[in-house]
Each structure stands twice: as structure tokens, then as C-alpha cells.
């Protein structure tokens, strides 16, 4: 282990062995540990003790081979055993994020994002704070929108439905007269709200999309796949 | 649908066909209902028993009939449904059926035939004849194996009982019309299931020719940036091409097919958006339209908001490259609806520069002409944000 950075341990669950192959290339920051393409594998071989963070691919079988654990079934495996996940992963739609954090994950880098972004969030997640994808602004929202995050403060609810039209934060920070980081800080506690209901929900990693809506307190039909 | 999604190319041979489940549907009611009628059968029988009023020939013809149905079950819950038994066996089922009718209708005196328990077969072959409707046999078949044993309970129960002939046409009628029921329904349910697999086979083949389109481009620009030889000098327009590609395949791969105006045919706003975004995938979209579901629109201000969003986004495309996300939003409101489009591009100063032909008259001037509010809000370095506002209209 590498003394002089001895809190940036890190375990790589991916099926892509080019991934797995670049990854302490790509994450210089990072000390990889241990790279597997299947969750198994990384728990026959690491305990939780020996990693700071699992990072990990939600799609870990392109066969649909059954046996393989993935999504937010490997997740919930994980988290169950102790390990820091984070998903490396595009997957966008809230169904699929909402039970992955409400398995346990706690963060989600974008693999459509910069390496930059990347690495900060891998090393925001070891530090132990949340990283919530921008795609899960909508869940919030539409969690405020039917009074399931109750405790929001007028301002946090401002910055949501402005985060959520995409305003940028330097245009949102100027519309409401606060600066740029304080905007940020107020939507970090949006997301930190909105993870501790969607972990308070314990969504079943087999849940149906009527049974997550049920336990969200939303309105039938809120989580369909949008239309466009 | 398990919360990770059915891939849309998987077909999942561990899921039975519509029709296969309707079968199964068919054969949980009807045998429900013979099952229950065969213990009110058993029940008469051992009450005899116990009164010492036991009919051997009634004792023998219900012993038939439990055998022949802890078989006949057995092998349906083998199978899991009738229509999956060996054809053979609609025969014996309905031999034995007859037989109850004919053995146990000598056996007893006449005045017992009629409205009395002690003639159970009627009851028998009441919940014994539906059944026939979901064999794996033709309707007409069936029906005349119902009228077949109508026929033979009528006979056998008219001598001696003449004077209540209309109660026996009425009794056998039932017999035949509880087939007859029996057979619409199978009939109706089979097709609802046929059509339902047609339907699925349909998009499963649609979106398979979706996804071939699709990848088309995709992997030969893959294999293009796979090759060593490729000049430094067009990697640049090849990684460009590459995010492009990468924003329209991840684009096609999680919308759901394009909205469609609501049941009443009136345009709705997801209809509207979805329709504006042909053409655009390539951008890197994002799409939140989950506050905006179902709000009708006026086709006339339809027209206005999708020609105004392309527009806009024929803007957004003009300066594509500096670009990251472009972000659709809609969500009812209190006293109408809002649509919203905002990219983090370089944005621009409104006071020093003006808007363009496109934004002023296409975008503006074309939404203000529908009753719509528009407000632009942008400045340097900030991105552009577009929101329109409009009055909530019954379905037109």
C-alpha cells in the first residue's frame, strides 16, 4: 500500500477489461487495489477492510447471463457486506439510480463525464460524501413536488426547480443573489435529503416500478419512463 | 418489469407467451369450479353412506368419476393446463361423464332424478361440460359432445318423469349454455392473448431493426478510431464525431418510443417535445418531462411550441461545440404549464447583443401570437434558458 496515500484505496468492478487494464492510468490519483470482473470475484478475494471504495460498473453481463451479479442487486450485495460503492456507470434512468441508492451506493460517477469529474467524485465518495449524479435533480424534484422531502428550505426548493431546468449555477447564484458555492451547498443538502428518503424507502433491487413509486409516496404513473 | 429494465433486445425465454398464460387462467377457473363441484359430489355421496341410504350403482359411478379426475388433475397439473394434455383424453373425460349419467339414472328411482342431490352426475356433468371449451379441440367439437350429453341426461331421466319435461328441457338446456359461455369466453381470451404475443413479436422486431440503424454508423466509426494508421491530424473531427454518436446512440437507446397525442387525440406537451427532438439526438440532451405529463395543448399553440423548440435547438446545434448538456424541462403549474430550454453554453449579453431573425420572429413572436409568454434569460458564460409559458386547455 502506498504510504502517502493510504485513504484512496481502490477496487474496480468492471466487465471491460480495457477498463479495468487503464484505470490506474486514467486515475492516477487512485490506488488500485484490485481490479474484477465480477462482483464475486472481488469478495472471494478483499474484504471491505482492504478497500476505501469499490467502484462500480452497473452492467457487468452484455449475455444476460443470470448468474452474473449486477445492477442494483450487485450493489445491495455489496453495501450488505460493508463495502463504499460507487457506481462508474451512464445509466440515467431514476428507476434503476433510486434503487441503487437506496441499496447502498454512495455515489455515482458518469462515464459520459470528464476524467476530472471522474476522479474528484471517486475521491469525494472515499471522503465520505454523497455524490449524486445531476440526472437524479429530476427525482428530486418530483419528490418536492409531492411533498416527500417536507424539511427543504425555501431556498434549497429554488435552487432544485432552477438545477432542474438546467439553469447553470453561475445564472442561478445571480437570479437569487447568493454566490455560486452557496448555491452548490443548497443543492447538496437537497441531495443529502433526497438520498436518506430513498434509503429510508429500502427499495427491493426486484421492486417493480408501481412498488418503488408506492414507496417513494409518489403518484402512480410519476416514474414511467418519460415519453421524449 | 424489474427495476433494471428488460433490455429491449432481450427475449426472455423464461417468460410464457400470453397465450400460454391464458390457457393457464383458463384452467385455474374451470378446474376451481369442477374441483369444487366434485366435492359437493363426494359429500353427497358419503352423506348416503353415513344415512345408510347408499345407491351401489351411485357408490361405483362416483368411484369412476374420482379416479378418472385425480388422473385427469393430475396430469393437468403436470401439463399446467388442459390444453396441454394429450388429446385423447377429452374422450374419456366425456365417456366417463356419460357413464355417470346412464349408471346412476338406473340405479335410483325416477323420482330421485330431478332436483335432488342423490342425481348428482347433472351436477357433474354441469361442471364437467365448460371444461370441453378449453381442450385442445375446435368450438364445434365441443359443443356437440355439451349437446351430446344433454341429450343423454334427458333421455335417461325422462321416463317416469314425464310431467316434468320443461324442468328437464330447462335442465339440459343449462348444460349446453354453460359450454356455450364457456366457449365465447376461451374464444375471446385465447385472441386477446394471440393478439397481445403478435403485438410483442412486432416490437420486438421493430426495435431490432431500430437498434440495427442505429449502430450502423457506430461501429464503423469505432473501427475507424480502432485503426493505427488514422492521421493525428483527423482525430480531432473523428473524437468529435465520436461524442455525437456516443450523445444520439445513448439518446435512442433510453427514450421510449416518440409520445403520442392523448386518448382524445388532442396534442399533449411530452407529444409536442418529442416530436421537436427528431433530428436532435445527436445533442447532448437531457430530457424531464416527468411534471409535465399529460397537459393538453391547442393544436394551433402545438405547432407554435414545436416549431419554436426547433428553432431553438437549431441554435443550440449552431454552437454545439461549446455545449455540454441541453436540458428540456416541463412541469404543470398552478395556472397553466412551462416548458423550458436551457443550454450551459457561452450564452450572451442581451443589451449589447440583440437577438437574431430565428430567435425574434420564429421562437418570440410566433409562441406571443398563441397567447404564450416567453422569457429568454442569458448572459456571458452563463448558458441560455428559453421558458414558455402557457394556460392549461381541455383536451381539444
Redesign the interface.
Known amino acids: 500500500m502506498n504510504a502517502s496515500r493510504p485513504h484512496n484505496r481502490v477496487a474496480v468492478i468492471d466487465d471491460s477489461s480495457q477498463t479495468r487494464e487503464s484505470f490506474h492510468l486514467v486515475f492516477p490519483e487512485l490506488e488500485v487495489v484490485g481490479t474484477f470482473p465480477s462482483v464475486n470475484a472481488l469478495t472471494a478475494t478483499m474484504s471491505p477492510d482492504d478497500v476505501d471504495l469499490t467502484v462500480l460498473d452497473l452492467q457487468l453481463s452484455r449475455n444476460f447471463d443470470e448468474q452474473v451479479l449486477q445492477g442494483p442487486a450487485a450493489v445491495e450485495h455489496l453495501t450488505a457486506r460493508g463495502y463504499r460503492v460507487c457506481l462508474y456507470t451512464d445509466e440515467r434512468r431514476l428507476l434503476v439510480l433510486a434503487t441503487c441508492f437506496s441499496s447502498g451506493a454512495c455515489g455515482l460517477a458518469r462515464k459520459s463525464d470528464s476524467i476530472t469529474d471522474n476522479q474528484t467524485a471517486f475521491l469525494q465518495v472515499i471522503k465520505g460524501t454523497p455524490v449524486i449524479p445531476s440526472s437524479m435533480v429530476e427525482l428530486a424534484e418530483l419528490l418536492a413536488y409531492r411533498d416527500r422531502l417536507p424539511t427543504l428550505t425555501e431556498r434549497q426548493s429554488e435552487v432544485l426547480r432552477g438545477r432542474a431546468r438546467g439553469i447553470t449555477w453561475g445564472a442561478l447564484a445571480r437570479r437569487l443573489g447568493i454566490s455560486t458555492k452557496t448555491a452548490q451547498e443548497h443543492m447538496n443538502a437537497v441531495m443529502l435529503k433526497m438520498m436518506s428518503v430513498l434509503q429510508a424507502a429500502h427499495l427491493s433491487n426486484s421492486a417493480t416500478p408501481g412498488d418503488i413509486e408506492r414507496a417513494l409516496g409518489l403518484a402512480p404513473g410519476d416514474l414511467a419512463a418519460p415519453t421524449c | 418489469?424489474?427495476?433494471?429494465?428488460t433490455?429491449l433486445l432481450?427475449q426472455?425465454t423464461t417468460i410464457d407467451s400470453s397465450r400460454i398464460k391464458a390457457e393457464r387462467a383458463m384452467t385455474v377457473v374451470l378446474g376451481v369450479f369442477r374441483l369444487g363441484m366434485l366435492v359437493q359430489v363426494l359429500f353427497s355421496l358419503v352423506s348416503s353412506t353415513i344415512r345408510s341410504e347408499i345407491v351401489w350403482g351411485s357408490a361405483v359411478a362416483g368411484s369412476v368419476v374420482v379416479v378418472w379426475n385425480v388422473i385427469l388433475f393430475g396430469v393437468v397439473i403436470k401439463q399446467k393446463s388442459f390444453a396441454a394434455t394429450p388429446t385423447w383424453m377429452w374422450l374419456i373425460d366425456f365417456v366417463v361423464a356419460a357413464q355417470t349419467v346412464i349408471v346412476v339414472s338406473q340405479a335410483l328411482p325416477s323420482s330421485s332424478l330431478i332436483g335432488t342431490w342423490a342425481f348428482w352426475p347433472y351436477a357433474y356433468i354441469c361442471a364437467t361440460a365448460p371444461t370441453f371449451a378449453i381442450w385442445p379441440q375446435p368450438i364445434w367439437r365441443s359443443m356437440t359432445l355439451s349437446v351430446l350429453l344433454a341429450v343423454i341426461y334427458g333421455v335417461t331421466v325422462f321416463p317416469g318423469n314425464e310431467t316434468l319435461i320443461y324442468t328437464i328441457i330447462n335442465n339440459a338446456a343449462s348444460v349446453v349454455i354453460y359450454t356455450l359461455i364457456s366457449a365465447i369466453g376461451a374464444s375471446f381470451i385465447r385472441r386477446l392473448a394471440q393478439t397481445a404475443d403478435q403485438h410483442k413479436e412486432r416490437a420486438i422486431a421493430l426495435e431490432q431493426e431500430r437498434h440495427r440503424f442505429h449502430m450502423h454508423d457506430v461501429t464503423g466509426l469505432l473501427n475507424r478510431l480502432s485503426q493505427e494508421d488514422i492521421p493525428p491530424e483527423a482525430l480531432a473531427a473523428l473524437r468529435t464525431q465520436a461524442l455525437r454518436e456516443?450523445n444520439r446512440l445513448?439518446y435512442d437507446i433510453?427514450?421510449?418510443?416518440?409520445?403520442t397525442p392523448n386518448e382524445l387525440g388532442s396534442p399533449t406537451v411530452?407529444?409536442v417535445?418529442?416530436a421537436s427532438?427528431k433530428g436532435f439526438g445527436h445533442l447532448p440532451l437531457?430530457?424531464?418531462?416527468?411534471?409535465g405529463?399529460d397537459i393538453s395543448l391547442h393544436p394551433d399553440t402545438a405547432v407554435a411550441l414545436e416549431s419554436a423548440l426547433i428553432s431553438l435547438l437549431y441554435n443550440i446545434q449552431f454552437h454545439a461545440g461549446q455545449v455540454q448538456?441541453?436540458?428540456?424541462?416541463s412541469a404543470r403549474q398552478a395556472d397553466g404549464w412551462e416548458v423550458?430550454?436551457?443550454?450551459?453554453g457561452v450564452?450572451f449579453d442581451l443589451e449589447q447583443t440583440p437577438m437574431g431573425f430565428g430567435l425574434k420572429r420564429q421562437v418570440i413572436a410566433g409562441l406571443q401570437s398563441q397567447g404564450l409568454t416567453v422569457t429568454v434569460?442569458?448572459?456571458p458564460?452563463?448558458?441560455t434558458?428559453v421558458?414558455i409559458h402557457g394556460p392549461l386547455v381541455e383536451p381539444h
Open positions: 418489469m424489474t427495476v433494471s429494465d433490455p432481450r426472455d456516443s445513448r433510453t427514450s421510449a418510443s416518440a409520445a411530452e407529444s417535445i418529442s427532438l437531457e430530457i424531464r418531462t416527468h411534471l405529463q448538456e441541453v436540458i428540456i424541462h423550458s430550454i436551457c443550454d450551459d450564452g434569460e442569458t448572459a458564460g452563463e448558458g434558458c421558458f
